[in-house]
């Protein structure tokens, strides 16, 4: 079964900091890759997604991520955090097969504190 | 548009009872879905659907139930509710591989 690997469950940055997140999946054939926020209280929203063509995506408020196809990643990245980035990523994996229903697989999440 | 509706977004329930969740859209996604959410598990999937009268089991489907008669509605129903079915639930939808969207959340409390 496909899974994905999120590597980091807490991160806590000091404003103006760089962040990588890492994202790992499992799953060999052509996926669509997405990363999404949650802010706090809020329901997920969608921050950029992969589905071919340049490997690193711009999303908004400044975050991009890589997608790395020989190590199976696709890291979330922003050279400078606010305190309006605390929240929690999901990196998520479309696996675009009939066999795996389509399925939206999420990691576990990351939870992102940002100290003034 | 309005997006992904999910009512109601609160709910206290006694073990054993029963209710249904509902969820709709309007944006003639064929794919739905319904995650749990709890601290440190991420979104687990319960049940997703491909189409109106076609759907099937996720990850932790146990206790759950759904059903698809239109494109629009996707309700999940508990069928005796445990408090190991106290969570946050996410309705979901999306247009084949593409971006999936979320309803705002049902926050449920199973004493």
């Known amino acids: 079964a496909q899974s994905v690997s999120q590597h980091n469950h807490h991160v806590i940055l000091s404003e103006a900091a760089s962040l990588e997140l890492g994202c790992n999946y499992s799953?060999?054939?052509?996926?669509?890759l997405f990363w999404y926020v949650q802010y706090p209280g809020q329901h997920l929203q969608l921050l950029l997604k992969y589905f071919s063509g340049d490997p690193l995506v711009k999303g908004i408020k400044g975050f991009e991520a890589e997608f790395i196809k020989s190590k199976f990643s696709f890291n979330l990245r922003k050279p400078s955090v606010q305190w309006s980035d605390t929240a929690e990523y999901f990196c998520?994996?479309?696996?675009?097969?009939?066999?795996?229903?389509?399925?939206?697989?999420f990691g576990k999440g990351t939870s992102l504190l940002v100290t003034p | 548009n309005a997006g992904v509706t999910q009512t109601p977004k609160f709910q206290v329930l006694k073990t054993g009872q029963s209710m249904t969740l509902q969820c709709a859209q309007d944006m003639n996604h064929e794919y739905m879905s319904w995650y749990r959410q709890d601290p440190g598990m991420g979104l687990r999937l319960i049940h997703y659907?491909?189409?109106?009268?076609?759907?099937d089991q996720g990850e932790v489907p146990n206790g759950y139930n759904v059903s698809r008669s239109t494109t629009e509605d996707f309700p999940l129903r508990l069928l005796s509710a445990a408090p190991s079915q106290t969570s946050v639930y996410f309705c979901?939808?999306?247009?084949?591989?593409?971006?999936?969207?979320f309803g705002p959340g049902t926050r449920l409390t199973v004493l």
């Open positions: 998520a994996v479309n696996a675009l097969s009939q066999s795996s229903g389509y399925a939206l697989n």
């Open positions: 799953y060999g054939g052509t996926v669509n």
């Open positions: 979901a939808s999306r247009l084949g591989g593409d971006t999936q969207y």
């Open positions: 659907s491909v189409g109106a009268g076609i759907t």
